[in-house]
């Protein structure tokens, strides 16, 4: 049987507006994530996928019904549950290697421990000369792929990733979601991927939620069984590169 990770039920989220306008975000949502699930996310802008992703790592409250990790209500955040972020919001003051070992400092880790492991990950992550270097001497890319080691060095059993390869060039996309999938078969994570590219959710998912806006609702979930490494030439992917585009177009 499949253990459930995160369940959502009957989740809403109105934002109130500084004016006192009601944004109704998220309506009705209902999901369930099993261990080892890799679940792309996809939807127009403006349709609650980040408030989704928030809600889930306990930066945010929903305003009706409920998120549970392991069972539990998600009140507040959890170190098992790390989140990855658009902009990698690295520490430009603090070399790659500081940053990621940061969290495990403030988590009570010894600070070699923490440097050890921080190390490990970047390695890992294909960064393993540029651990003394800044942010600023990175690419766009491999600053990318610092905020995915740090993430990870938290050895989290789910990791939340907002649009995280948004900003990159296409090359460099399809790179890191061939190692995405890598770290993932490897250490065996629970993934959760919010992705405006319909192509990247095909590459990435075993199953992929097609959102609709105003309010974000789930249209659709799609279970993709292609094998991996998936062949973009294949007509099944172009096929199912189709049905969800014209999905979003309605
Ligand atoms: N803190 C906030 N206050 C008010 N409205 C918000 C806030 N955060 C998000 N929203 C609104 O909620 C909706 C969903 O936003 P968001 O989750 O960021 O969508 P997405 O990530 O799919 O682009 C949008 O209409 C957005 O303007
Ligand atoms: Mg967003």
């Given at each position: 049987m499949q253990e459930t990770v995160i369940n959502i039920e009957h989740l809403s989220k109105t934002f109130t507006t500084e004016q006192g306008a009601l944004v109704p975000a998220l309506k009705d949502i209902n999901l369930s994530v099993d261990l080892n699930d890799f679940i792309c996310i996809v939807g127009p802008?403006?349709?609650g996928k980040s408030t989704l992703l928030r809600i889930i790592a306990g930066l945010e409250q929903a305003s009706d019904g409920m998120a549970f990790y392991l069972g539990e209500e998600v009140k507040k955040t959890n170190r098992e549950v790390g989140m990855v972020f658009q902009d990698y919001s690295l520490l430009p003051w603090r070399t790659v290697l500081d940053n990621i070992a940061l969290g495990m400092v403030f988590s009570g880790v010894a600070r070699n421990e923490s440097l050890q492991v921080a190390t490990q990950y970047l390695k890992l992550v294909g960064l393993g000369d540029f651990a003394r270097a800044y942010p600023y001497e990175l690419s766009g890319g491999m600053q990318q792929r610092a905020a995915i080691a740090r993430a990870l060095a938290n050895n989290p059993r789910v990791l939340l990733m907002d649009e995280?390869?948004?900003?990159?060039d296409a090359h460099t996309r399809i790179l890191l979601q061939k190692e995405l999938l890598r770290i993932w078969e490897q250490d065996r994570k629970t993934i959760v991927f919010v992705t405006h590219s319909v192509d990247e959710a095909i590459y990435l998912a075993d199953k992929i939620i097609v959102m609709s806006a105003h309010p974000g609702q789930i249209k659709e979930t799609i279970n993709v069984t292609m094998a991996r490494p998936r062949d973009r030439g294949n007509p099944l992917y172009g096929k199912m590169n189709a049905r969800i585009l014209s999905m979003l177009d309605h």
């Amino acid at each position: 049987m499949q253990e459930t990770v995160i369940n959502i039920e009957h989740l809403s989220k109105t934002f109130t507006t500084e004016q006192g306008a009601l944004v109704p975000a998220l309506k009705d949502i209902n999901l369930s994530v099993d261990l080892n699930d890799f679940i792309c996310i996809v939807g127009p802008s403006g349709c609650g996928k980040s408030t989704l992703l928030r809600i889930i790592a306990g930066l945010e409250q929903a305003s009706d019904g409920m998120a549970f990790y392991l069972g539990e209500e998600v009140k507040k955040t959890n170190r098992e549950v790390g989140m990855v972020f658009q902009d990698y919001s690295l520490l430009p003051w603090r070399t790659v290697l500081d940053n990621i070992a940061l969290g495990m400092v403030f988590s009570g880790v010894a600070r070699n421990e923490s440097l050890q492991v921080a190390t490990q990950y970047l390695k890992l992550v294909g960064l393993g000369d540029f651990a003394r270097a800044y942010p600023y001497e990175l690419s766009g890319g491999m600053q990318q792929r610092a905020a995915i080691a740090r993430a990870l060095a938290n050895n989290p059993r789910v990791l939340l990733m907002d649009e995280p390869f948004g900003a990159l060039d296409a090359h460099t996309r399809i790179l890191l979601q061939k190692e995405l999938l890598r770290i993932w078969e490897q250490d065996r994570k629970t993934i959760v991927f919010v992705t405006h590219s319909v192509d990247e959710a095909i590459y990435l998912a075993d199953k992929i939620i097609v959102m609709s806006a105003h309010p974000g609702q789930i249209k659709e979930t799609i279970n993709v069984t292609m094998a991996r490494p998936r062949d973009r030439g294949n007509p099944l992917y172009g096929k199912m590169n189709a049905r969800i585009l014209s999905m979003l177009d309605h």
